[in-house]
């Protein structure tokens, strides 16, 4: 069992020097117009592209290649209701009672409430469920590593290939999350980590005017 894979040639992308910088402004500048929606048009998405969402995602580096996620898309409108109601519970417990001063300092910029209208209007709804270990048939544990940082990355992917669809998200992580595993019956090794409404923006949405931090602020530079 202690044997290296197989080994394939690996050859990245054949650019010239020249169009590396302008490939990479181009992405940057794809990237730096996304941003977390909270408004949504019912439109229908066809289930393709959350598919190919779904399948650019996995493609995340992860421990031990272990690849330790499940991602759950919902569209019917039965199962986001049941969804929209338990978030919306858990909500007001947190803006209520849950979340400390600081906290609902900190969010209060961004608006929000315990008000999740989004969860019904999205056409999709895909939560991404860590798998903490996996089960094997003869009851023992295989041990999976890194798991946030891996599905961290996932999401990241995720989030970036439905950006380039010219479709919206959000990270939305209603606080306890233990509500999904019921109601989308996971089982007990894997726990919910992000809940992704996913369509086109409403017409008319906005979004807060974010400032993002500089280079200088996010960089501290060595160099040779
Ligand atoms: N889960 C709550 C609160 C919330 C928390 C953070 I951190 C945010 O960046 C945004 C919201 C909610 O979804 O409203």
């Known amino acids: 069992m202690r044997q290296p894979l197989p080994t394939v040639p690996y050859r990245p992308l054949p650019l010239a020097e020249h169009e590396r910088q302008a490939a990479a402004d181009a992405f940057f500048h794809e990237m730096d117009a996304r941003r977390s929606v909270r408004d949504f048009s019912d439109e229908p998405v066809p289930r393709d592209l959350i598919e190919t969402a779904i399948r650019t995602a996995s493609t995340a ?80 544990r295989e041990k999976h590593y890194y798991v946030p940082e891996s599905c961290g990355i996932a999401a990241g992917l995720f989030i970036a290939s439905l950006h380039r669809m010219g479709l919206a998200t959000l990270t939305h992580t209603p606080s306890p999350m233990g509500f ?31 400032r993002r931090k500089s280079l200088d602020e996010v960089s501290v530079w060595f160099e040779g």
């Open 61 to 140: 580096p992860s421990g031990a290649h272990k690849q330790p996620w499940t991602w759950v898309a919902v569209s019917d409108p039965e199962m986001k209701r049941r969804i929209r109601q338990a978030a919306e519970e858990e909500e007001k417990a947190f803006y209520a009672e849950r979340a400390s001063e600081e906290w609902l300092n900190a969010l209060a910029p961004l608006g929000t409430t315990w008000e999740k209208p989004f969860l019904e209007t999205a056409p999709w709804l895909v939560v991404l469920f860590a798998q903490r270990y996996r089960p094997r048939p003869d009851g023992t």
């Open 180 to 210: 999904l595993r019921n109601v989308l019956g996971r089982p007990s090794h894997e726990a919910a980590m992000i809940l992704f409404p996913i369509g086109f923006p409403a017409e008319n949405a906005e979004v807060p005017d974010l």
